[in-house]
């Protein structure tokens, strides 16, 4: 390590930056993210020995605040424990900082008086956004005025006991009505696409498409769609007597994302549920970033064309690139919070989401479903044609159980077909191929942005954040632990630590493997790895599948004892179901290919063997986590009486 460090008088173990005190940069603005993403790679990039002049030329910090830097992180805390990545938060203070509360005693209101109010009042802060932002079908004004929310808020002024004589917002001569406008006038602009829905604004829809192949380069723009397959599949599955059977399915999905540039498919992922969800649209997306491998064919004679597939497989420059803007459809799997929070966190586009049942703003993607269908599965016997009408359809169902065509021949014969259609000559980008064209506009200049290197082992595609508070009754003997979707989840940290009973923590879920929870403390702390209790921790399972399996329980469909597992006894259910039932059938095999993906290796493991290094850096991270409580609780107990500021979320 450098010279740099001789003169500090640093722990050895904290020139390992896997030591230090992470950071949840969730709640931050763009710009903040920005500049502290900057930080941290100048920091890691000083940790691996680079040169100034390159650490600079990748962030643009300067030599001298990169010292500034390195000082505020190796410093340590009241518990001794470093502040690690937390110095590099934007207007993060080393040091408590509190707004005084002389401020609210001064006949004109003293700086920050209206923060510090809205601050330790959190209805008055509920009040003011949900007053500026009416919910849909409101029977109220449709935008109040600045002047009638300034009215309400001096009127919950009163009703929380706040004194009209000696404290703000009656001590201010406008009665705070200055600050509150400013206040609003910041909500407006931080929160610009609700206002744009306030005022009844299609703001998404006002992007105007310009389909021209000379105004577009490589990831540009981008179109993503969902299309269900004409092609009737089937299962095995084994009857009751014990004889195995064929039975059909559901028509299946497939979603795609396609270049509008190159008319190039970047991603697909093909979808077993009789409607596809948040997760399926996230999981194409996934597909579409992070470089894929062609699949593997076991059908004789099928084979891929030469030089054909994706382009993240083909084409270096292209390998974790990022679309500029995203066009979809305005369905509800498509706006979910989580989409629309994971493209942005993720790939920072902007979302032209047209209106439902539009294809013309989709035009490209479209078409191309067609070609789909044109290339493969209208050629096959169990296909139901384009229509209702189509004599194609006839006897599909009987021909899928005959010719025995499966998922896994389904999933062959899409990769096959869009690898061909990428290597295929395209009348509307002047009869090159989506991959020639492609390749081409890179050979003239065309930039694409790709994910930094640093993030892309840290990318989640499938996590979400909310809140949870934390449960338990030391005098009963009930250990701290936070109740999550009906389930309980905790781990030893959080066991040995009863003053956190009552904290209103945030959690980090994956919502296709919920048996582990990141759990953090209101400053950003890390509490660690929350583990599902019982046997819910046992087998992966997504958000989705435990909702449903509680929804049958709740109808009393279906029972488990605290000693079965109930993703195994809602599977044994599925099976039952699936005889006479398709929806059942869908869900079967959906379960199915979970469960071999995960055989094939793509569940991460949780548990490390004993004395291994795994478990000696867990322990030495969960004494540092200990410290980062202890530092909290003495906060909390500083400011015994007030009211903590709680994030909303909308």
């Known amino acids: 390590m450098r010279n740099y460090f001789d003169s500090l008088k640093i722990h050895k173990k904290y020139l390992d930056l896997k030591n230090w005190p992470g950071v949840n940069s969730y709640h931050m603005t763009k710009e903040d993210l920005d500049l502290f993403n900057r930080r941290k790679k100048a920091v890691e990039l000083y940790f691996e020995n680079y040169k100034f002049?390159?650490?600079?030329?990748?962030?643009e910090i300067q030599r001298q605040e990169l010292h500034r830097l390195l000082k505020r992180c190796l410093l340590e805390d009241k518990l001794g424990v470093i502040w690690g990545y937390r110095a590099l938060i934007p207007r993060f203070r080393i040091g408590e900082y509190n707004i005084k509360q002389d401020a609210l005693y001064q006949n004109n209101g003293g700086p920050g008086s209206f923060k510090y109010l809205i601050t330790h009042y959190t209805e008055l802060e509920e009040l003011i956004f949900n007053l500026l932002f009416r919910k849909k079908n409101s029977i109220r004004d449709k935008r109040?005025?600045?002047?009638?929310?300034?009215k309400h808020f001096i009127k919950k002024c009163k009703e929380l006991g706040i004194s009209s004589i000696n404290e703000y917002p009656f001590t201010s001569r406008d009665l705070g009505q200055r600050s509150l406008y400013a206040y609003i006038s910041g909500l407006e602009d931080k929160h610009f696409n609700k206002m744009m829905l306030r005022d009844d604004v299609e703001i998404e829809t006002k992007f105007d498409f310009d389909s021209s192949l000379n105004s577009v380069k490589p990831y540009q723009k981008v179109q993503f769609d969902g299309h269900k397959i004409d092609l009737i599949i089937s299962m095995e599955l084994t009857a009751p007597d014990g004889t195995p059977r064929y039975v059909t399915l559901s028509r299946v999905w497939i979603l795609t994302i396609i270049d509008v540039s190159t008319r190039a498919i970047i991603g697909y992922h093909l979808c077993i549920e009789t409607e596809y969800s948040s997760a399926d649209v996230l999981q194409t997306i996934k597909n579409a970033i992070v470089p894929q491998k062609n699949l593997e064919l076991a059908i004789p004679n099928l084979e891929y064309p030469i030089d054909s597939g994706l382009p993240s497989t083909l084409i270096p420059e292209v390998r974790w690139a990022l679309w500029d803007e995203f066009y979809y459809d305005n369905a509800k799997a498509n706006l979910s919070k989580i989409v629309r929070d994971r493209l942005k966190k993720i790939t920072n586009c902007r979302v032209n989401a047209g209106p439902i049942k539009s294809p013309l703003n989709r035009a490209i993607i479209e078409r191309f479903f067609g070609t789909l269908e044109r290339m493969s599965y209208h050629r096959l016997p169990s296909t139901t044609g384009s229509d209702i009408f189509d004599p194609r359809r006839k006897g599909s169902e009987e021909d899928a159980i005959k010719y025995q065509i499966t998922f896994e021949e389904l999933q062959e014969i899409t990769a096959v077909t869009i690898a061909q259609y990428n290597s295929t000559m395209h009348e509307g980008i002047y009869f090159s191929s989506p991959l020639e064209a492609m390749k081409q506009k890179i050979k003239q200049g065309a930039v694409i942005r790709t994910m930094d290197n640093y993030q892309k082992g840290e990318v989640k595609f499938f996590s979400m954040?909310?809140?949870r508070t934390i449960k338990g009754n030391s005098s009963k003997g009930r250990r701290a632990h936070i109740n999550y979707e009906n389930v309980k989840y905790t781990n030893e940290l959080l066991q040995s630590s009863p003053g956190l009973i009552g904290t209103r923590i945030m959690i980090t879920v994956d919502i296709e493997d919920i048996r582990i929870l990141e759990a953090y403390l209101e400053d950003g702390s890390s509490l660690?790895?929350?583990?599902?209790?019982?046997?819910?921790?046992?087998?992966?399972?997504?958000?989705?599948l435990r909702k449903e399996i509680y929804k049958l329980a709740y109808k009393k469909l279906l029972q488990f004892t605290s000693q079965e597992d109930p993703i195994m006894v809602y599977q044994e259910y599925l099976k039952e179901k699936a005889q006479t039932e398709k929806v059942a059938r869908n869900k079967l095999k959906s379960m199915q290919r979970n469960q071999k993906e995960k055989s094939e290796g793509e569940l991460v493991k949780i548990d490390f063997p004993k004395n291994s290094s795994a478990n000696k850096f867990e322990k030495s991270s969960d004494i540092m986590q200990q410290k980062l409580i202890e530092d909290f609780m003495k906060k909390k107990a500083t400011n015994k009486g007030k009211k903590f500021r709680r994030t909303i979320t909308y």
């Open 465 to 467: 954040e909310t809140f």
């Open 53 to 59: 002049k390159d650490i600079h030329d990748a962030t």
């Open 144 to 150: 109040m005025s600045k002047k009638y929310i300034h």
């Open 528 to 544: 660690g790895k929350l583990r599902a209790t019982g046997k819910w921790g046992a087998s992966k399972h997504s958000l989705k």
